[in-house]
């Protein structure tokens, strides 16, 4: 079979290459998958440049957290999946980018049959991830202001049409002014743009000098600096990216630090995923819950270009082009 792999971290344009390696056997509590369409997310790029803590190192390695696949092979033991069934599929090594792959069966789900393959494809990272900050981790009440930065991301996207869905006020934050108008027409109540001032000072001028008492932050650096800047004396912050690849700092200015009580927490979905239940939550529900939302438009992707396996390096240089339309898909 064909896979992409890499045999050092880098710049994925450098250290990525497609090989032709033996179609894996499924051991006990594995199956195999022919995968069928893998998003090209964030995640799966940091762990290219060595930067995801959430996977241990080891190459030669694959790339490629999630896909929409058919169940190819059960291994010995294997219950509960059939040989041709449709499953979203997460990869915790990586290695989606791949005609065939072998994964834990605990992370394949089988997908409802009216879900296209194009939504099945990043059926959990963003759609999950929307879900559980916006109403279980920070459980925002209708009618206050979410502050949220990256907000033109499919990620973003989804937060603005879900917040709007659930009566919730976004103040958005984008680096092109160009976003505006097309988030304002997604649902978004405002929409700032960076480098027309400190955000913590657009914030307050739109929602008053109390601040917001919810916010939300992929990018870091100065962004999230001035996110956290931007919070009400209770605020509270999840920061759950860094796609500066920088820090953020929250001790520097002492009129925040020695009044209130904000907090800075950080969201991974891979520490919630399994503990779904401290939630109240559990997979099925969380499924059933990202299901209707995205049948009814609210959690959508929007599919972007497609690329073969062969074409990987192009594929990785448009998913990181800036102003990029929607989620850069391998076809394997
Ligand atoms: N913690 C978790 O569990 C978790 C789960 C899911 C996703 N995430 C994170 O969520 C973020 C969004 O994911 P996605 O799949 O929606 O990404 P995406 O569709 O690829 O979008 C990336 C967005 O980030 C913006 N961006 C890139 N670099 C930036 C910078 N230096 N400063 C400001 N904005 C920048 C881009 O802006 P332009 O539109 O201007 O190009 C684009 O809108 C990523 O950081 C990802 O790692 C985290």
Redesign the pocket.
């Known amino acids: 079979m064909k896979a992409v792999s890499f045999d050092r971290y880098g710049e994925p344009r450098d250290v990525l290459g497609v090989t032709d390696l033996p179609v894996p056997e499924p051991g006990p509590g594995q199956v195999r998958l022919r995968i069928r369409l893998s998003p090209v997310?964030?995640?799966d790029l940091?762990y290219v440049r060595g930067h995801y803590s959430g996977v241990e190192e080891h190459f030669p390695s694959g790339a490629g957290f999630e896909s929409v696949s058919i169940v190819d092979k059960l291994g010995p033991g294997v219950e509960g999946l059939t040989v041709g069934q449709r499953v979203f599929a997460h990869n915790p090594d990586g290695g989606n980018w791949a005609q065939y792959a072998v994964v834990p069966t605990l992370l394949v789900w089988p997908v409802p049959d009216d879900i296209p393959d194009e939504q099945a494809a990043g059926f959990m990272?963003?759609p999950a991830?929307a879900i559980l900050m916006v109403r279980h981790v920070l459980a925002v009440p209708a009618g206050s202001w979410l502050l949220q930065?990256?907000?033109?991301?499919?990620?973003?996207r989804m937060i603005i049409r879900l917040a709007r869905h659930d009566g919730i006020r976004t103040l958005n934050v984008?680096?092109?002014p160009e976003?505006v108008g097309e988030l304002k027409n997604l649902g978004a109540d405002e929409v700032i743009v960076?480098t027309d001032g400190p955000i913590d000072e657009q914030v307050r001028k739109i929602v008053g000098e109390a601040g917001v008492d919810h916010a939300l932050d992929?990018?870091a650096?100065p962004?999230g600096t001035e996110v956290f800047r931007s919070l009400s004396e209770n605020g509270r912050m999840l920061l759950?990216?860094?796609?500066?690849g920088q820090g953020i700092s929250v001790g520097a200015d002492p009129r925040l630090t020695l009044s209130g009580r904000r907090t800075l927490e950080v969201?991974?979905?891979?520490y919630w995923l399994p503990r779904l239940s401290q939630l109240g939550l559990t997979m099925a529900g969380l499924i059933e819950e990202m299901s209707t939302l995205i049948r009814a438009g609210v959690l959508e992707n929007s599919p972007g270009e497609r690329f073969g396996l062969e074409e990987v390096v192009a594929a990785v240089v448009e998913?990181?082009?800036?102003?990029?339309k929607g989620?850069v898909l391998i076809v394997p």
Do not use: H
Not at 149 to 156: D, I, N, Q, R
Not at 319 to 324: C, F, K, L, S, Y
């Open positions: 997310n964030p995640s940091l990272i963003n991830t930065t990256a907000a033109g991301s499919e990620l973003g984008v680096r092109r976003a960076s992929p990018v650096g962004t759950y990216g860094s796609l500066t969201f991974w979905l891979g998913a990181e082009a800036v102003g990029r989620k």
